[in-house]
């Protein structure tokens, strides 16, 4: 449950940082940059420790697939965006993707690599 717990940070730092980016202005207003630095790498450390219990293939799945579609959300939230049918069907197929990534049962947990 811990390594779920790190996703879930670590996706809203990717959110964080994605959404500075968008605010820097190409690295030339400060206070964003340095919110983009945090939150890429809040994401990465709370990403590697969440590999530590969680399926690389999964939790790579759940990371980019829920930090697209919420950030496609907030593009059209924030930014005005135009949020088609079409990207509505985007976000609805990545959510499907990432369901049928998780309903694999028959590996549960991160095994040791053999040395």
């Known amino acids: 449950m811990r390594g779920y717990f790190y996703l879930t940070v670590s996706i ?3 959110i964080f940082a994605t959404t500075m980016l968008k605010l820097s202005d190409g690295f ?3 206070l964003p940059t340095a919110g983009v630095l945090f939150g890429y790498t809040l994401s990465f450390y709370c990403l590697s420790l969440c590999l530590k ?6 939790a790579y ?4 697939g829920a ?3 919420l950030t496609a959300l907030i593009g059209s939230i924030i930014w005005g ?3 088609s049918s079409l990207k509505i069907l985007g976000i609805i197929l990545i959510i499907g993707g990432i369901v049928v990534l998780n309903s694999d049962s028959s590996a549960e947990t991160v095994k040791e690599p053999s040395r």
């Open 28 to 30: 030339t207003v400060p």
């Open 53 to 58: 219990t969680v399926l690389l293939s999964l």
């Open 12 to 14: 809203a730092g990717e």
């Open 61 to 64: 799945a759940i990371w980019s």
């Open 81 to 83: 965006e135009a949020f």
């Open 67 to 69: 930090g697209t579609a």
